[in-house]
Structures are given as C-alpha cells and as structure tokens.
C-alpha cells in the first residue's frame, strides 16, 4: 500500500514538472538589449519598435518558430558601454538567453563582443555601424544586418569623389565618428582631403570647429564640400548658418532619422547615400512595415524601424532553418552566406565577417512643403554587388 502511494505520488509529481519543463523547452529567448534611454534613445526606440513589427510580420502574427515561443527579454544599456557589457552577461547567465539583438551604440557594441564569445551565443548587431564590430574586433558569434561604416563611406563616395573636389570632414570623436570617417577617406580616390575635424559627441556649439572648417576650405580652388558623419544630440547642420556659400562651401552627409533630417530642408539639393528612406524600396516587405506602421502610429516607419524589422526578419529566418536549434554552431552554420528579406530588399551575411551585404540609396534632397523634412530623391539603387566593402577581421 505504501509503495503504491509512493509511485502515485511520483506519478503526480511528474505531471506537475512536465508543463513547466515543455513550456521552458518551448521558448526561444531573445534579449534585445539596446539604447532606451541616453543619447541614441530616438534611434533604439525606433529599433525597438521595427524589431517587435518585424517578428510579428515573419512569424504571421503567431511569435511562434518551429514549435516555439518567442520570447523577447529588454534591457537599457543606457549607452554605456560597461552597462551594455553587463546586461548581455546577465541575459545569458541569468535570463537563459539563447541569443541576443543590439546595441545602439558602436561603443556599446565593441564592449559587448567578447562576451559573446566568452558565452558563445549569437550577437546579432544592429544598428551599431562602426567596422571594428565586424572588424579587427569580430569573433564568430558575431552578425550584423546594419550597415557598417565602410558602406555608409562607399556608397556617399558615389555622390561626391569627383576630380576637383576637395573634402573636409565633420565627425564625432568617437567609434563611430573615426571609423566613418577612415571608411569615406579609403573610398575616395579622385577628390582630395583638405581637413578632418572632430568634436565631442555632446557638442553643441560647432562655431570654433566650423571656422577651422572654412579656413582650411575658403582658398581651394574647385567645388568643396563638408562631409558630415554624426549620430545623436546635437545639429552639426547648424554650420550653414555661418554663411558657407560666401566661400562656396557646400555640406554633404547620409541619411538620418526624419527629425534630423528637418534640417536638409536648408539644403536643396544636396547629395548622399543613406541606409534606409521609407519612399525609396519598392518591395512587398517594405509595403507591409509602412501599411503596419502608418496603422499603429500613424506616422512612416523610420531610419532604425527599419533596421529593427531586418534584424527579426534575420532571426526568425535562422530559427526556421535551423529548425528551432539555437545551439551557435549550428545557427553559425546556418547563418553563414544566408539570404532573407528585408525592407530594403534581400540581404546576405557575408561568411568572411558575418556583415549583410545590402543595398545603400544615392539621393537628391527636395523640399516638398508636405513633409518637414528635406525629402531624399532616389538617383540611384547602390546594390550590394556594386560596392567592394574590405573584409577587415583576420579571418
């Protein structure tokens, strides 16, 4: 009698433990640790945002993949690259990660590489752009469906490196700053440099730094340009208000969230490459994030919306095609070479360092009273085959 309680009670026991075991076996985790507060804040919102759109569009609304739930855990690194190192610590320690999106921030992001490595769990990075992430500072649990700085350069090169062009660069003293700028100068080959200068990322007052511009610029002969590489606080744009034109100085940059972009309606005409603009892709999944969008916020998808969208498009992707298996060597296998949608078309992570190659979009801007900021006017596509971005790792 004793014994047969024992194995009754056994036998509840396990019926108890079996929910909870399937349900755990039944999740896919994904921290998404990214700037939700601190100076990128607008842009991993919008991260943010397209991130939950794009899982929800690839999974058909059911967040479920081979079987399973997605599970998406957030954390705010807040832009500081030790907070961003230990976050993602802890979400595959203690949250039981399987793998991990973000961060905002190229500084945020180098800090954070080596403990993928040391968990050996997939990081997949978007947006941070510096090439250092997929550079000497890569390691193989490293992907990244934003773009690098190399193909924010390449693509602006289209634009501007034109004999008898001189260049000056306008950039913030940080990863990003530096690697964009050593990006661009590696890419031009038929413009000259005349000046780099970098300012602090907080800066406010570019007036000192601007003068500096202009007097390295105002003697040169030919067409000049300001090339701009900036993320964050802060209007560098606010330099055309000293009078450029008087000494024939124009100002050239990439694309950027709307707000910032208010700022290119001074400037008509200006020509550059950017990542993303909502009116450019012509393509069912960018049709789909716009409708979505415009639905829920009533307002277009933006710069980082869309960067969000492809990192899940990315993700759920690998799932399928690993069949739910998230162990890294096997989404490693996976994910190497692999193709998937995006709002920007198709991309494709490269094998050698794990970077989607993707189109960028050389643009005019217009000023059209119905929108706030100076619209970017498609010239042309960049495809991905047309750009030679370096493998910069030691791969």
Request: positive net charge; aromatic residues 8%; glycine residues 8%.
């Amino acid at each position: 009698m004793y014994r047969r309680t024992l194995i009754a009670l056994a036998a509840i026991a396990a019926s108890l433990v079996s929910p909870l075991a399937m349900s755990q076996s039944g999740e896919i985790k994904i921290a998404h640790i990214y700037s939700k507060t601190g100076p990128l804040e607008a842009y991993g919102k919008q991260t943010a945002v397209g991130f939950m759109m794009g899982l929800d569009y690839a999974t058909g609304g059911t967040m479920m993949v081979a079987g399973k739930k997605l599970v998406v855990i957030e954390k705010d690194d807040q832009g500081k690259p030790d907070l961003g190192k230990s976050l993602l610590s802890a979400a595959y320690s203690d949250d039981k990660a399987d793998m991990a999106v973000g961060p905002t921030s190229s500084g945020v992001a180098l800090a954070m590489l080596p403990v993928a490595e040391e968990y050996k769990k997939i990081l997949l990075v978007e947006p941070a752009v510096a090439d250092s992430i997929t550079g000497d500072k890569w390691n193989k649990y490293i992907f990244r469906t934003g773009r690098n700085s190399s193909q924010d350069a390449i693509s602006n090169a289209v634009a501007i490196d034109k004999a008898g062009v001189t260049v000056a660069t306008l950039a913030q003293d940080n990863a990003f700053g530096r690697d964009g700028v050593k990006a661009f100068k590696e890419s031009i080959k038929k413009a000259k440099f005349a000046h780099d200068e970098y300012l602090p990322a907080a800066t406010t007052d570019f007036t000192a730094g601007a003068q500096r511009l202009i007097d390295k610029l105002k003697d040169q002969p030919g067409r000049k340009i300001i090339w701009i590489v900036w993320a964050g606080a802060g209007n560098p744009f606010k330099i055309a208000d000293i009078d450029l034109k008087r000494y024939g100085i124009e100002i050239a940059t990439g694309g950027n969230i709307l707000p910032a972009m208010a700022s290119y309606k001074n400037l008509p005409g200006m020509e550059g490459a950017t990542y993303y603009y909502f009116g450019i892709p012509k393509n069912p999944v960018n049709e789909a994030m716009v409708a979505q969008h415009y639905k829920q916020f009533k307002t277009p998808p933006d710069f980082f919306t869309a960067g969000g969208f492809s990192a899940a498009m990315a993700v759920v992707t690998a799932l399928k095609n690993s069949k739910g298996d998230t162990s890294a060597n096997t989404l490693i296998k996976t994910m190497e070479g692999m193709s998937f949608d995006t709002p920007k078309g198709k991309m494709t992570f490269r094998k050698e360092d794990h970077q989607a190659m993707q189109s960028m979009y050389h643009f005019k801007i217009k000023v059209d009273p119905a929108f706030a900021w100076g619209v970017p006017e498609l010239v042309r596509e960049i495809k991905a085959e047309e750009m030679t971005v370096p493998i910069r790792n030691k791969r």
